[in-house]
């Protein structure tokens, strides 16, 4: 009699940590779905030089800057061409943080006003191109990740 309850006992103590597993794991679930449909957050900050500026510095054309997608399969679009003095914005849909550098892999050394770091899901960064030129860069985290931007 003392030997079933003791198993009963141990029963609904795996049964509620069973249920207490399913409801962390449904709730990360949910909270990092991507939403593809959902407009680019706005961003706080972007790369201008070695300086990184307020939104209240932020040019005119903000509400008509160009963005990438980056999504869990990658940029979208993977190359895009501008003209010098465009402000280029990522907005990360990937559900997961990504880290945004140019090339080459792993020294992010081509074009530093390109290596934003890691930029959290929902969130937008951007960078103010201000040469022309072919600039590439990838998904620190996903290097096969990659994209382009012509400068004009």
């Known amino acids: 009699m003392l030997k079933a309850k003791r198993n009963e006992y ?16 449904g709730g990360a679930y949910f909270l990092s779905v991507d939403k593809k449909n959902q407009k680019p957050a706005p961003f706080d900050n ?22 990438i997608d980056v ?3 990658g940029f979208s679009p993977a190359i895009i061409t501008v003209k010098t003095g465009t402000l280029v914005a990522w907005a990360n849909k990937s559900g997961r943080v990504i880290s945004l550098n140019s090339d080459n892999h792993p020294t992010h050394e081509i074009y530093p ?3 934003l770091g ?3 899901s ?8 201000d040469k022309a030129g072919t600039y590439t860069y990838h998904n620190h985290y996903k290097p096969t990740q990659t994209g382009t931007v012509v400068v004009e």
């Open 10 to 25: 141990i029963n609904s103590k795996l049964l509620l940590a069973a249920i207490l597993i399913i409801v962390i794991v």
């Open 46 to 67: 972007y790369n201008y030089g070695s300086e990184s500026l307020s939104k209240q510095s932020q040019p005119a054309q903000i509400e008509n800057i160009p963005y």
């Open 71 to 73: 999504t869990s399969s």
């Open 113 to 115: 006003r390109l290596n």
């Open 118 to 120: 890691d930029i959290a």
């Open 122 to 129: 929902g969130s937008t960064m951007g960078v103010i191109f």
